[in-house]
């Protein structure tokens, strides 16, 4: 009698067991199926004192592949097809992802509180004076000596059909680099399967304070960074830029573009005036200026050999053109270290503030009130 009973308990223990097993394989199944169709795949890239570097890639079908980094909000790649269907990184990019942690030259990064110089580091907000933190000579530049370039950022992931979002927040607390007020920051990342990034910007504080954030990638639609984006061609609506003076700050007075080397209203070579004999030219040892966008502010940058071609919309009234005009040191995923004129920003942003304090008010966020910056990238590639 008892063996009946023991083979009926194992029988009935094998049915469990039975439907243990299945339910884990149809589960891992639907982890796996998730997994492969999973456009963004995180992975651990390095370490930041006691915390990690995250690599987020997002890959499409289509080829188009983007990858951003917790710390700073680095995108590392933006990953677009050539006339002949190569796909190539458009972006500079280190090839050790420790470079990123000093990273002198703000390789791909998110820059905040506030982007390009502040002339001595001085600013009055309230009637109250503040002395930021100078990192930049006599004066601050791109947030001072910890901007958001160099902060490791929380990341949540949100999957759709045909788009990922990246959300980075952080909080800059009162008084960081000397800035007033309990800064919440959130950086959406926006990537679309028909190669379009949006980044949105927005942030809100305790106390009036300045916030003018951007992002500082390197463009080279070549692809690998092989030419110079000398040879590419820009569009850029913009009447005027703002004098910068020898240490690079406003002046506070405008400079019509017409019949200079900073007219890009018509389609022009990034190289034809670059090294032109103009003032501002050699002041910023080529282009490193802000332009003031007209009403459709768009601009347009192509490569004729890649037949890329990129558009950028925004809701920013200035974007500082950067060509890379100095020798940089350290090695891009190509194995070399780029030359001059290897890539080339569009920080689109407010004003940056000068002497006497010129365009502070454009940065000033009062108290409570949200900051808004929006910037859409679109790439495509003509046959
Ligand atoms: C130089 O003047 C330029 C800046 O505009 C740029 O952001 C930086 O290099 C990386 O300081």
Redesign the pocket.
């Known amino acids: 009698m008892n063996l009946i009973i023991y083979l009926e308990m194992i029988m009935k223990l094998q049915e469990k067991l039975d439907t243990l097993v299945d339910k884990y394989l149809y589960s891992f199944e639907i982890f796996a199926r998730k997994e492969k169709l999973m456009k963004c795949k995180k992975s651990t890239v390095g370490r930041l004192n006691n915390e990690e570097i995250v690599a987020y890639n997002v890959k499409f079908e289509n080829g188009f592949e983007v990858e951003i980094l917790n710390l700073g909000g680095v995108i590392t790649k933006i990953i677009t097809p050539n006339k002949d269907n190569n796909l190539e990184n458009i972006v500079l990019a280190y090839e050790d992802i420790n470079d990123y942690i000093e990273n002198p030259?703000?390789y791909g990064a998110i820059i905040g509180r506030t982007a390009g110089r502040i002339n001595e580091g001085k600013i009055v907000i309230d009637d109250k004076e503040y002395a930021l933190n100078k990192n930049y000579g006599v004066h601050q530049?791109?947030g001072g000596n910890q901007g958001f370039n160099h902060r490791i950022w929380q990341v949540e992931v949100e999957e759709n059909k045909n788009y990922v979002t990246l959300n980075l927040s952080t909080l800059s607390k009162d008084m960081e680099e000397n800035y007033p007020g309990n800064l919440n920051i959130n950086v959406i990342f926006n990537i679309y399967e028909n190669y379009k990034i949006e980044e949105i910007y927005k942030a809100k504080s305790d106390k009036t304070t300045l916030v003018n954030m951007t992002n500082?990638t390197y463009f080279n639609l070549s692809g690998n960074i092989k030419e110079p984006v000398t040879d590419s061609y820009l569009k850029l609506g913009s009447d005027c830029i703002l004098e910068l003076n020898e240490t690079?700050v406003p002046t506070g007075k405008k400079i019509d573009v017409t019949k200079t080397p900073f007219d890009f209203r018509k389609l022009k070579l990034i190289g034809r005036d670059i090294d032109a004999n103009h003032e501002q030219i050699k002041i910023g040892n080529g282009y490193?200026h802000a332009f003031l966008l007209n009403n459709d502010k768009k601009i347009y940058l192509e490569d004729k050999k890649s037949k890329r071609n990129m558009t950028i919309e925004t809701n920013q009234d200035c974007v500082?053109v950067?060509t890379m005009n100095?020798e940089h040191e350290k090695m891009t995923y190509t194995g070399e270290v780029p030359p001059i004129r290897h890539g080339i920003c569009f920080e689109t942003q407010h004003p940056p503030i000068g002497e006497n304090m010129c365009f502070i008010k454009e940065s000033l966020l009062n108290k409570d009130e949200e900051y808004m910056q929006k910037t859409v990238y679109k790439f495509s590639t003509s046959k």
Request: glycine share 10%.
């Open positions: 030259y703000y530049g791109h500082h690079y490193d500082v950067y100095w």
